[in-house]
C-alpha cells in the first residue's frame, strides 16, 4: 500500500509540476517578446548544461544511505551540504567564467549569473527533498516541489507585472 501511496504522491507532483512550467512559458513568452525571451532561454539553457554539476549526484547519494541505514541522518545530511558549498561554488563560478569568457553582452551575462544563483540554492533545497525520499515520504517530497514551481510560477508572474 504504501508503495501505491508514495507512486501516486510522486505521480500527481509530476503533473502539477509540468502544468506549472508550461503556464509559465506562455507568460513569459506573452510578456518578455521574441528577443527578451531569447535572452532568457539562452541563459536558462546555458545554466541547465551546468545543472548536474551542482549536484553531483549528492542527492542520490543522500537518498540511498539514509533509506540504507536509517540513522545517522544527521551527519549524513551536514556531509551532503558540505560537498555541496565546495562543488556549488567551484560551478558557479566556472559558469560566470565560461559567460565573460564566450564573451555574451551584459544582459546575457547577468542572467546567467542570476539563473546560476537560483540553481545553486535550488540544489541546497532539494537536499532536504532527498531526506524525505530517503524515510518513503513521497508526500512531502512531491508537495515541495509542486509548492516550488507554484512559487517561481507566481513569482514571475508578479515580476512582470
Known amino acids: ?15 502539477g509540476e509540468k502544468i506549472f512550467n508550461f503556464l509559465l512559458v506562455i507568460v513569459l513568452a506573452r510578456y518578455l517578446g ?3 525571451y531569447g535572452v532568457y532561454a539562452l541563459a536558462i539553457s546555458f545554466v541547465g548544461m551546468f545543472g548536474n554539476l551542482f549536484d553531483g549526484g549528492l542527492n542520490f547519494l543522500l537518498t540511498r544511505e539514509i533509506a540504507s541505514y536509517g540513522r545517522n541522518d544527521a551527519l549524513f545530511f ?3 551540504l558540505l560537498l555541496k558549498v565546495i562543488v556549488g561554488t567551484a ?11 564566450m564573451q555574451y553582452e551584459a544582459r546575457v551575462v547577468y542572467s546567467i549569473i542570476l539563473f546560476a544563483a537560483a540553481t545553486l540554492i535550488v540544489s ?8 524525505f525520499m530517503g524515510h518513503e515520504r513521497m508526500e512531502f ?19 512582470l507585472t
Open 1 to 15: 500500500m504504501k508503495i501505491i501511496r508514495n507512486f501516486s504522491f510522486l505521480t500527481l507532483s509530476q503533473i
Open 124 to 131: 541546497f533545497s532539494n537536499t532536504f527533498r532527498a531526506v
Open 78 to 80: 551536514r556531509q551532503t
Open 34 to 36: 521574441v528577443e527578451e
Open 91 to 101: 560551478v558557479f563560478a566556472g559558469l560566470i567564467v565560461a559567460a565573460i569568457g
Open 141 to 159: 517530497e512531491g508537495g515541495i516541489a509542486v509548492f516550488y514551481r507554484f512559487f517561481v510560477f507566481v513569482g514571475v508572474f508578479f515580476l
